[in-house]
């Protein structure tokens, strides 16, 4: 049997935004993800305090949507994913689709599940360094390497 590629593959962080919680789309979410071929590598529930939320989306500190957005992300629990696959981040964004729903392409999660922005159900990383960098803001080495076992 030929062995796996293992160099090519590729790690993305997803979140199911509170949300997709709250409409209880975690599973459906999930499903269309692992369809479209990323593994679960690692995978928690969790809830953001305001201040945390602040800090994951630093990048767009001073942006008229930024109270929102933060606001949002600490309004109830989400659920932070590590996602592998060959050419993770890039085919993620292609799969969740355009930032406003209503933008987004027919067949990806944010057409099919979310309302308006900053309401858009998941998060997907931009780039292969920022996955890195946002996968380590949500999980610990140990949680991590559970999966590599
Ligand atoms: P994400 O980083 O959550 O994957 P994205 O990369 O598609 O989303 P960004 O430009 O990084 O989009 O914006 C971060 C999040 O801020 C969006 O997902 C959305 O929830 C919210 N947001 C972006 N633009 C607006 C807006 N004009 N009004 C309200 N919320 C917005
Ligand atoms: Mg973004």
């Known amino acids: 049997m030929p062995k796996r ?18 409409k209880e789309l975690i599973g459906e979410v999930l499903k269309r993800i692992q ?18 939320a602040c800090g994951f989306y630093a990048v ?17 629990s989400c659920v932070p994913i590590v996602l592998e696959k060959e050419n993770a981040v890039a085919d993620f ?13 027919e067949g990806t999660i944010r057409k099919a599940f979310a309302d308006s922005p900053p309401h858009n159900i998941v998060h997907g990383s931009d780039s292969a360094e920022n996955a890195k960098k946002e996968i380590t803001f949500f999980f610990t080495q140990q ?7």
């Open 35 to 52: 369809d479209a071929g990323f593994s679960v590598n690692a995978l928690k529930m969790t809830r953001l305090s305001k201040q945390t």
């Open 93 to 105: 964004r292609k799969l969740i689709g355009a930032t406003n729903p209503a933008e987004a392409e």
């Open 60 to 76: 767009h500190e001073g942006k008229p949507f930024f109270e929102l957005l933060t606001d949002f992300m600490s309004s109830g």
């Open 5 to 22: 590629n293992l160099m090519a593959l590729e790690q993305t962080l997803a979140i199911l935004k509170p949300d997709c919680v709250k």
């Open 143 to 149: 949680e991590l390497l559970i999966n590599q076992g």
